[in-house]
């Protein structure tokens, strides 16, 4: 298996590097394209920072080269996903509007039908961001929120971390080890 892992200037880095981590584990072949904005709140917030998210992935493509593999439609994969997925993330893909190779990857993925995986995680939504998840909800990606569940009660937040993990690679049909399915 061969997946996109767009990651964009939300909050939540650690999302992504829990994403990146099962991926790894699982052996499946990233592609991992990280916006300027993503490296400016890696910066702020302090938690994990490039070299711990470009450590877990396959390949490394930086966000302003359009002419990556993953930006044309001919090179196959399997999917993207976005984690976290900003705010502006998602106005470009609900718009068509691909002036980054996060934003053009994800074009693509629309375009050929391959399966689109949104992680926003921002609040309060917006009228604009709530017009702009229904509208890539219709062109084809999968929206979810970086809400975990409780019912498998969590003792950490790494356990927090992991419940989001595996439904995101749950959209792949991907399992991830460890994790408690409702009444399981």
């Known amino acids: ?17 829990g994403v990146l981590r099962a991926l790894h584990e699982l052996g499946v072949e990233t592609h991992l394209v990280v916006s300027s904005g993503a490296k400016r709140v890696m910066s702020a917030e302090g938690g994990p920072q490039l070299p711990d998210l470009t450590a877990l992935a396959t390949h490394v493509h930086e966000d302003r080269d ?23 993330t998602l106005a470009k893909v609900a718009h068509g509007f691909a002036d980054n190779l996060v934003s053009r990857a994800a074009h693509v993925t629309l375009k050929e039908r391959r ?28 929206v979810m929120t970086a809400s ?23 959209q792949f049909r991907l399992d991830v080890p460890g994790f408690k399915r409702w009444k399981e």
């Open 66 to 88: 359009l002419a990556a593999s993953v930006a044309s439609g001919s090179y196959r994969t399997d999917g993207m996903l976005i984690v976290p997925c900003s705010a502006g």
């Open 148 to 170: 975990p569940g409780f019912y498998h009660a969590p003792e950490s937040v790494e356990e927090l971390l992991h419940f989001v993990t595996a439904r995101v690679l749950d």
């Open 115 to 142: 399966p689109l995986v949104m992680v926003v995680r921002e609040d309060p939504l917006p009228r604009p961001m709530l017009q702009n998840l229904l509208a890539v909800h219709d062109a084809g990606a999968t």
């Open 1 to 17: 298996m061969r997946l996109v892992v767009g990651v964009s200037g939300g909050s939540g880095i650690p999302y992504a590097v």
